[in-house]
């Protein structure tokens, strides 16, 4: 049995997921995600008819997206970390 070493787990390619499996990882339906593939508007591959995605490049993705100042409360609202 192979061994794989950090540095080939880091620069392998990751796994190809179903919409499903996308849906879950993005907290979405999987009707939105395949809406999404369909309009190209995200990452994915089609292999056929089957459309597949890679979850390192839907969760980089995602990142890009990320708007707002990450992990600062926002004015108005409750500290929900500190709350009793």
Do not use: C
């Not at 990452?43 to 600062?72: K, M, N």
């Amino acid at each position: 049995m192979a061994t794989n070493t950090t540095a080939e787990r880091e620069t392998a390619p990751s796994r190809l997921i179903d919409a499903k499996a996308a849906g879950e990882l993005l907290g979405v339906p999987t009707s939105w995600v395949l809406a999404e593939a369909r309009s190209k508007r995200i990452p994915h591959i089609r292999l056929g008819r089957y459309v597949r995605f890679r979850s390192d490049a839907l969760l980089q993705w995602a990142l890009e997206r990320e708007q707002g100042p990450v992990g600062v409360p926002r004015p108005g609202r409750r500290d929900l970390s500190r709350a009793r």
